[in-house]
């Protein structure tokens, strides 16, 4: 097998795969809205998964999402490792991934910046050409 990508890599790609769609299906609370599982790096060992998750939307309550994620993560252990034929599977560790927000973050405040910037570059040439 290719050293370049190792087991748990391709566990945390089938985990990912698998608990969209038990998520989608099984977690009913309506208060949870839509996620999407952005990343799964799964131990060497195999035995914990960290997910990152991100609410589409934005959260309404970022706290009560968590709670939500973590009380299910047990029953979706359960049902993940039945549906990936894992006889361990990972233990579940759900965290919100705050990269898209932070990548909108610095984008604005690049192209405030650069706003600026050209303002001040604008108004230096018209007072030189008085």
């Not at 989608?24 to 609370?29: K, N, P, T, Y």
């Not at 998964?49 to 009560?64: E, I, M, N, R, W």
């Not at 599977?89 to 973050?105: C, K, Q, Y």
Request: avoid cysteine.
């Amino acid at each position: 097998m290719n050293k370049s990508y190792p087991r748990s890599r391709r566990v945390g790609d089938q985990i990912q795969r698998s608990l969209s769609e038990l998520l989608r299906r099984e977690v009913r609370d309506p208060r949870l809205g839509s996620i999407t599982l952005t990343d799964v790096r799964v131990s060497q060992d195999l035995s914990h998964a960290k997910v990152f998750y991100s609410v589409l939307g934005g959260a309404k309550d970022p706290t009560l999402t968590q709670e939500i994620l973590d009380n299910a993560a047990v029953m979706l252990r359960g049902r993940l490792g039945r549906a990936l034929s894992l006889r361990h599977a990972p233990e579940l560790h759900f965290e919100s991934d705050t990269l898209i927000e932070e990548g909108v973050r610095m984008s604005t405040l690049i192209r405030d910046a650069v706003t600026r910037d050209e303002a001040r570059h604008v108004n230096d040439s018209t007072d030189s050409e008085d």
